[in-house]
């Protein structure tokens, strides 16, 4: 018998998570979040900030290109707070570039991604700092988020339905019923350093770089292949619009206006450990002489600061930036025989909102809860409204 309100336990607290524990919740389930440190503490917080129109992958990565226009419309109608709409830039600088240019249209106009052709002469009007010697632009529905706030209004959107946040509350195990199936979690509350467990009908894995190693503790394989990217902050916001360059995906080829900074980004690499992802200075350099080919007043003005953040990219036998950028949802019951257990991952921030409606889709049908997800027909809450008090229940 399905209870009156099914209970939902939702590990990890970035975008996604926040995303999801808001559908759930709003769909009428209990929902517990554990998140190891704080909220986005992970990928979420140290993203680029951009709001993808899908146009850097329109080409060879369609089904990510759609996904990413298609929530950009969404959010930035749900999120305005978060966002600012300010336009992007796909500018050439060489004739290997131009080449590029029929690809490129082709696949915009196959992903219904509104792309507009202007003047070298109009582009250097409207952002001064460009490279002088670009030889063509297009502008896209790009634009950059506020990854703080983003998270923030998912998850103060949650709490209004009755989800409750467990920060610093890491998962070490999981639990079993006599069948091998999954009925919740051991986790320890980092802030008393004490254990504790969490029952529920449904735990679902929202780590992302980190599934895999979440999903081992249940005896469960997930693909994911941590694949790391440098980006690197400048103290001076040069250029109002996003500026890509139009090329296949590469290395600094994303100039981002965010707050009073210019972001440059990124590389991409594979690595074992997501926790532990050292920041190379021969990226930095590479991530500073990218930044200076799009704006070459970029070669003068301090570095603030330079991060990096592991992508949850989906493995199998493609590695690097050949992986796909979209998402899978993965039933550990169909894949693997253990129910109980749903993991997500993959996927851009752009797309948190759609994962998570995806996820709980599935959810629902796996104990027989006919709810439909509404979350994208309802302005989040404000992102201040996080702030109030929550914690572990007694």
Same mark, same amino acid.
């Given at each position: 018998?399905?209870?009156?309100? $099914? ?43 951009? #709001? ?40 050439? *600088? ?80 999981? #639990? ?44 469960? $394989? ?26 296949? $995906?590469?290395?600094?080829?994303? *100039? #981002? ?36 080919? *799009? ?27 050949? *992986? ?47 709810? $439909? ?22």
């Amino acid at each position: 018998m399905t209870p009156s309100k $099914p209970t939902a336990i939702v590990i990890g607290a970035g975008f996604t998570g926040c995303a999801l524990a808001y559908d759930l919740a709003q769909r009428g389930f209990a929902v517990d979040i554990l998140e190891r440190g704080e909220l986005t503490s992970g990928t979420s917080g140290r993203t680029h900030g951009l #709001l993808h129109s899908g146009a850097r992958y329109c080409v060879a990565d369609k089904e990510a290109a759609i996904e990413c226009i298609q929530e950009n419309i969404i959010l930035r109608k749900i999120a305005k707070q978060c966002i600012e709409f300010n336009g992007g830039y796909f500018i050439s *600088l060489n004739e290997e570039d131009l080449a590029y240019a029929p690809a490129f249209i082709a696949g915009a106009q196959d992903c219904g991604i509104p792309l507009e052709e202007i003047g070298v002469k109009q582009s250097l009007e409207t952002e001064p700092a460009l490279n002088p010697q670009i030889l063509t632009a297009y502008r896209v529905p790009d634009g950059s988020f506020d990854p703080l706030r983003l998270g923030m209004a998912f998850a103060a959107s949650a709490i209004n339905y009755g989800a409750v946040f467990h920060t610093f509350v890491e998962v070490t195990g999981f #639990l079993f019923d006599g069948k091998g199936n999954v009925i919740g979690v051991n986790a320890v509350d980092r802030h008393a350093n004490r254990p504790v467990a969490f029952q529920a009908d449904i735990t679902i894995n929202a780590t992302g770089a980190w599934a895999g190693k979440v999903a081992e503790m249940a005896r469960v $394989p997930v693909p994911v292949r941590p694949t790391p990217g440098i980006m690197v902050a400048y103290e001076k916001r040069v250029t109002q619009h996003v500026i890509n360059r139009l090329c296949e $995906p590469a290395d600094g080829d994303i *100039l #981002l206006p965010q707050r009073r900074m210019a972001v440059i980004g990124t590389t991409s690499f594979e690595v074992e450990d997501a926790d532990y992802i050292p920041v190379d200075p021969d990226q930095i350099q590479n991530m500073h002489k990218r930044a200076a080919m *799009l704006v070459p007043e970029l070669q003068n003005i301090k570095m603030r600061g330079a991060y990096m953040s592991a992508r949850p990219l989906i493995g199998g036998m493609m590695s690097g930036r050949s *992986l796909s950028r979209t998402f899978k949802c993965y039933d550990h019951k169909e894949n693997d025989g253990v129910d109980g257990l749903v993991t997500v991952t993959g996927g851009k921030a752009t797309t948190c909102r759609v994962m998570a409606e995806k996820t709980a889709d599935l959810v629902c049908q796996k104990i027989g809860w006919e709810r $439909p997800g509404e979350t994208q027909h309802y302005p989040l809450a404000d992102y201040h409204r996080y702030y109030q008090p929550r914690g572990l229940q007694p």
